[in-house]
T-cell receptor
Framework: NAGVTQTPKFQVLKTGQSMTLQCAQD?????MSWYRQDPGMGLRLIHY???????DQGEVPNGYNVSRSTTEDFPLRLLSAAPSQTSVYFC?????????????FGPGTRLTVT | AQKITQTQPGMFVQEKEAVTLDCTYD???????LFWYKQPSSGEMIFLIY??????QNATEGRYSLNFQKARKSANLVISASQLGDSAMYFC?????????????FGTGTRLTVIP
């Protein structure tokens, strides 16, 4: 099992550009999430999905879109990049079901917007 | 709204000594869970330990234990016999119904440095 994979590892964008951060998991997990980590602020939830075709907003969703067409993939789209979106982005997944709460994190994508 | 507070931005511990990292939380949900994650300098998030609000016993995983005091709303991480490889950021996180599908709400972290 590769677990949760993210591409790219690093990305530099100019203000106004768009891009998609890729996330895939091979554990057949129903739940997937995107977090961002800013210096001194811990991780904050952007969007999440409880299954293919179902997504919802987290704490900081503005400027981002998601879709979930398959169980395995959960891409995060930046519509028009802004310097405030400079951050490290983590994708996570976990099994559905009561009492199963451990989230498995990907290695992260470090994004810089100039 | 839920809240996680980690009041120690940085901690130092001598190798082989024990160290306690503090975490307090606030939630109105009677059903919640508390997690600790380790983030080494390489950046990945490593799950360490979990405590559910209804669990009677404090959680333990190897050298990690969670000192769960429900009445005080604290969930401190205790690392025994510290090793140089324990130097990292440590995050306390909580899940409850307010975080949507039991996603996590994180504290700001504590940077632990183990001194040889």
């Amino acid at each position: 099992n590769a677990g949760v994979t993210q591409t790219p590892k690093f990305q530099v964008l100019k203000t106004g550009q768009s891009m998609t951060l890729q996330c895939a998991q091979d554990m057949n997990h129903e739940y997937m999430s995107w977090y961002r980590q800013d210096p001194g602020m811990g991780l904050r939830l952007i969007h999440y999905s409880v299954g293919a075709g179902i997504t919802d907003q987290g704490e900081v969703p503005n400027g981002y879109n998601v879709s979930r067409s398959t169980t395995e993939d959960f891409p995060l789209r930046l519509l028009s990049a802004a310097p405030s979106q400079t951050s490290v982005y983590f994708c996570a997944s976990r099994e559905a079901g009561v009492g199963v709460y451990e989230q498995y994190f990907g290695p992260g994508t470090r994004l810089t917007v100039t | 709204a839920q809240k996680i507070t980690q009041t120690q931005p940085g901690m130092f511990v001598q190798e082989k000594e024990a160290v306690t990292l503090d975490c307090t939380y606030d939630t109105s949900d009677p059903s919640y869970g508390l997690f600790w994650y380790k983030q080494p300098s390489s950046g990945e998030m490593i799950f360490l330990i979990y405590q559910g609000s209804y669990d009677q016993q404090n959680a333990t995983e190897g050298r990690y234990s969670l000192n769960f005091q429900k009445a005080r709303k604290s969930a401190n991480l205790v690392i025994s016999a510290s090793q140089l490889g324990d130097s990292a950021m440590y995050f306390c996180a909580m899940r409850d119904k307010g975080t949507g599908a039991n996603n996590l709400f994180f504290g700001t972290g504590t940077r632990l440095t183990v001194i040889p």
